[in-house]
């Protein structure tokens, strides 16, 4: 564990969470599982701000663009830019606590989206958050990711699916994995096709405002939504210190005079995607936000 004075939380601040145990047991039973479950963290007067928060964003039902984003899924990205609920939740004290336990103090915000699973959506491809940090596995989490059930996650709406102790392996093939073709396949599946099937995988089931802690290299994948109604989550994700620029270059060059600038200065700057999708403006590619 991280001495007190380098971490931004205090284990008193977590003790309304930890059923009675040190944070430390905590922190080895998710070194060892790759994540854990605590249930009902946010009350229920907040998961309604959440569900009023993202609403607006919601009303237009844009459905996701290819097979891993889901064809019958709803995405909201850039969510700290929406509502001042959003920063509390990527700042609540249990999410601080293990990214900074993976990643330390100097950890970032790597993403922060919401997703809605409607009903018959298939099996997301098996996938890692930090796979596109390119090292060879099995190594330390680069990536921490949280998941706040805003709905119940059940058997049969598409809870997170993961495969216990996964973030210990080896780099292996599996089947069902995420591919290039993963992001532009649109064919349209039956929702009880499922290429990556696996007795060892579990699902995620949490009442609505419990809140799930994964390891940057543990394969998960959002499951398949055989239910009647739809399933909401959140999911802020970070990633460690290191993992940027020596100098912020979107905020060093202002936006007008970066417009100016020939195309290759501008993916310099960062109005670029490295593949498949690392880098993205509030869901789409960053040359966007120059007009």
């Given at each position: 564990?991280?001495?007190?004075?380098?971490?931004?939380?205090?284990?008193?601040?977590?003790?309304?969470?930890?059923?009675?145990?040190?944070?430390?047991?905590?922190?080895?039973?998710?070194?060892?599982?790759?994540y854990v479950i605590f249930p009902r963290?946010?009350?229920?007067?907040?998961?309604?701000?959440?569900?009023?928060?993202?609403?607006?964003?919601?009303?237009?039902?844009?459905?996701?663009?290819?097979?891993?984003?889901?064809?019958?899924?709803?995405?909201?990205?850039?969510?700290?830019?929406?509502?001042?609920?959003?920063?509390?939740?990527?700042?609540?004290?249990?999410?601080?606590?293990?990214?900074?336990?993976?990643?330390?103090?100097?950890?970032?915000?790597?993403?922060?989206?919401?997703?809605?699973?409607?009903?018959?959506?298939?099996?997301?491809?098996?996938?890692?958050?930090?796979s596109h940090i390119d090292a060879p596995?099995?190594?330390?989490?680069?990536?921490?990711?949280?998941?706040?059930?805003?709905?119940?996650?059940?058997?049969?709406?598409?809870?997170?699916?993961?495969?216990?102790?996964?973030?210990?392996?080896?780099?292996?093939?599996?089947?069902?994995?995420?591919?290039?073709?993963?992001?532009?396949?649109?064919?349209?599946?039956?929702?009880?096709?499922?290429?990556?099937?696996?007795?060892?995988?579990?699902?995620?089931?949490?009442?609505?405002?419990?809140?799930?802690?994964?390891?940057?290299?543990?394969?998960?994948?959002?499951?398949?939504?055989?239910?009647?109604?739809?399933r909401l989550i959140v999911t802020p994700?970070?990633?460690?210190?290191?993992?940027?620029?020596?100098?912020?270059?979107?905020?060093?060059?202002?936006?007008?005079?970066?417009?100016?600038?020939?195309?290759?200065?501008?993916?310099?700057?960062?109005?670029?995607?490295?593949?498949?999708?690392?880098?993205?403006?509030?869901?789409?590619?960053?040359?966007?936000?120059?007009?």
């Open positions: 564990m991280l001495r007190e004075e380098t971490v931004s939380y205090t284990e008193e601040a977590l003790k309304p969470w930890l059923q009675g145990r040190s944070l430390t047991s905590w922190f080895d039973q998710y070194d060892e599982e790759g963290v946010m009350p229920s007067e907040g998961v309604t701000r959440v569900r009023e928060a993202l609403q607006p964003y919601l009303e237009d039902n844009k459905a996701g663009r290819n097979d891993f984003e889901g064809l019958k899924s709803n995405r909201v990205y850039a969510l700290l830019a929406k509502s001042p609920v959003f920063v509390e939740m990527a700042t609540h004290p249990l999410a601080l606590a293990f990214a900074e336990h993976d990643l330390g103090r100097s950890c970032l915000l790597s993403a922060c989206l919401a997703i809605k699973l409607h009903p018959g959506e298939t099996v997301q491809p098996w996938h890692y958050d930090d596995m099995p190594r330390p989490t680069y990536g921490t990711s949280t998941f706040w059930a805003i709905d119940d996650t059940t058997e049969t709406n598409g809870a997170t699916e993961i495969i216990p102790r996964s973030h210990k392996w080896g780099s292996v093939e599996i089947a069902g994995a995420n591919k290039p073709e993963s992001f532009t396949d649109r064919r349209v599946r039956d929702v009880s096709d499922d290429p990556g099937a696996r007795a060892d995988a579990i699902k995620a089931v949490m009442p609505s405002g419990s809140f799930m802690v994964a390891k940057g290299t543990l394969w998960h994948r959002g499951g398949a939504n055989r239910s009647d109604a739809p994700q970070y990633v460690i210190g290191w993992a940027r620029t020596l100098e912020n270059m979107s905020l060093a060059v202002p936006r007008e005079l970066a417009k100016t600038m020939p195309g290759r200065a501008q993916e310099l700057l960062g109005y670029s995607i490295h593949p498949p999708f690392m880098g993205y403006v509030d869901g789409v590619h960053p040359k966007k936000v120059l007009g």
